[in-house]
């Protein structure tokens, strides 16, 4: 049996899918969140504000696509874009086979403060096969709803000409997965 044990510096288990740690027994998510510490984010903001400058619609128009759920960060990256940044973002979402009362609530209170949406409904037929598909073959009962998520966004990006697309945080990433996508 493998040992159990948990991060040096947090709590993540050595049992957490796709986590790793280093020699000294802290996290993929603890080195993440060390390495964010060095960056320069006045000059990350300063090129963030060019790129926003480049894609502000001359006449009123959607000037990005947020993909929201009604959980933190997405409506966390639409509210300072809207707010701070002085953009025009349309949300989406692409809807889960299974919605929980609370996420649809948390979406409904976001939509309902002042954000144009557009809400998605995947092919049920195509979502149930790739779904199977994912389980059969990476354990992922969900497969479908992700390639969902991410082709929605696209071909509603290219369908209404906006390229400037804001994906939130990676969970895998800054919670102790797979760090091939920091």
């Not at 957490?16 to 740690?21: A, G, K, M, N, V």
């Not at 903001?45 to 619609?57: C, F, I, V």
Request: glycine share 8%; charged share 25%; proline share 4%.
């Amino acid at each position: 049996m493998e040992n159990i044990f948990w991060c040096k510096n947090c709590l993540n288990m050595s049992t957490r899918p796709r986590i790793s740690f280093n020699k000294h027994g802290i996290c993929n998510a603890c080195q993440w969140s060390d390495l964010k510490k060095t960056f320069d984010w006045k000059k990350r903001e300063q090129k963030l504000k060019t790129l926003l400058s480049k894609y502000k619609s001359k006449d009123g128009g959607f000037d990005c696509i947020v993909p929201v759920s009604g959980g933190k960060d997405g409506s966390y990256v639409a509210h300072q874009l809207k707010h701070k940044y002085k953009m025009n973002p349309l949300t989406i979402t692409s809807r889960p086979a299974l919605s929980l009362e609370i996420g649809e609530r948390n979406l409904k209170s976001f939509i309902n403060s002042g954000y144009d949406h557009i809400h998605v409904t995947p092919n049920e037929k195509a979502m149930r096969k790739l779904n199977k598909l994912g389980f059969i073959h990476m354990g992922f009962p969900y497969y479908g709803w992700l390639i969902s998520i991410y082709s929605v966004i696209v071909k509603v990006s290219a369908k209404f000409k906006i390229p400037l697309i804001f994906f939130a945080e990676n969970g895998e990433v800054e919670y102790g997965g797979s760090y091939n996508t920091n």
